[in-house]
T-cell receptor
Framework: DQQVKQNSPSLSVQEGRISILNCDYT??????FLWYKKYPAEGPTFLIS???IKDKNEDGRFTVFLNKSAKHLSLHIVPSQPGDSAVYFC???WGAGSYQLTFGKGTKLSVIP | NAGVTQTPKFQVLKTGQSMTLQCAQD?????MYWYRQDPGMGLRLIYY???????DKGEVPNGYNVSRLNKREFSLRLESAAPSQTSVYFC????????????FGPGTRLLVL
């Protein structure tokens, strides 16, 4: 049973426009959420995170929104750049002191020049 | 500062053979992790080491053993490889608790025939 779902396997966006990547979760105990970016043949790299006590966190072109009532979070990239083309993973953690991250299957973003 | 390094980058094994995947980090992190990623799937935690001298099972530990050799190194051993263990293996490290960012290595691609 997938606890973290990224229902869109892929997304194409024109350069300069907004990219919106979505993630849904089922476990209401999750208290911390992260987005990772992964290029082919490389390990994932941390992008941005949000605690369950917040509903928005912004870092440059990247903003993550959290809607706890809907168990939904989204990553906004504005403006999108060709270098943003990668697979984006949503991940979640629950429980104080827990070490386990639960990952979604990823969304492949293609930014078209 | 190399971050997290993994060896080998690629390995082919026959069913029943054994091997050890090596991981080292130079960031003085306390916690280390082993994940596997299968096609179309998110990363799944195999084992983790919260601190030097401790190891714990993650989501998919069966068929694997780990050793936290020292603070820098965390190895993953397959005693008797099976085709189901064909995957890409990622090692990661973090300062301490899971809310600290995890830094990933480049991965080891393993093919079991």
């Amino acid at each position: 049973d997938q606890q973290v779902k990224q229902n869109s396997p892929s997304l194409s966006v024109q350069e300069g426009r907004i990219s919106i990547l979505n993630c849904d979760y089922t476990n209401s105990m999750f208290d911390y959420f992260l987005w990772y970016k992964k290029y082919p043949a490389e390990g994932p790299t941390f992008l941005i995170s949000i605690s369950s006590i917040k509903d928005k966190n912004e870092d440059g072109r990247f903003t993550v929104f959290l809607n706890k009532s809907a168990k939904h979070l989204s990553l906004h990239i504005v403006p999108s750049q060709p270098g943003d083309s990668a697979v984006y993973f949503c991940a979640a953690k629950w429980g104080a002191g827990s070490y386990q991250l639960t990952f979604g299957k990823g969304t492949k973003l293609s930014v078209i020049p | 500062n190399a971050g997290v390094t993994q060896t080998p980058k690629f390995q082919v094994l026959k069913t029943g053979q054994s091997m050890t995947l090596q991981c080292a980090q130079d960031m003085n992190h306390n916690s280390m992790y082993w994940y596997r990623q299968d096609p179309g799937m998110g990363l799944r935690l195999i084992y983790y080491s919260a601190s030097e001298g401790t190891t714990d099972k993650g989501e998919v530990p069966n068929g694997y053993n780990v050793s936290r050799l020292n603070k820098r190194e965390f190895s993953l051993r397959l005693e008797s490889a099976a085709p189901s263990q064909t995957s890409v293996y990622f090692c990661a490290s973090s300062e301490s608790r899971i809310q600290e960012t995890q830094y990933f290595g480049p991965g080891t691609r393993l093919l079991v025939l």
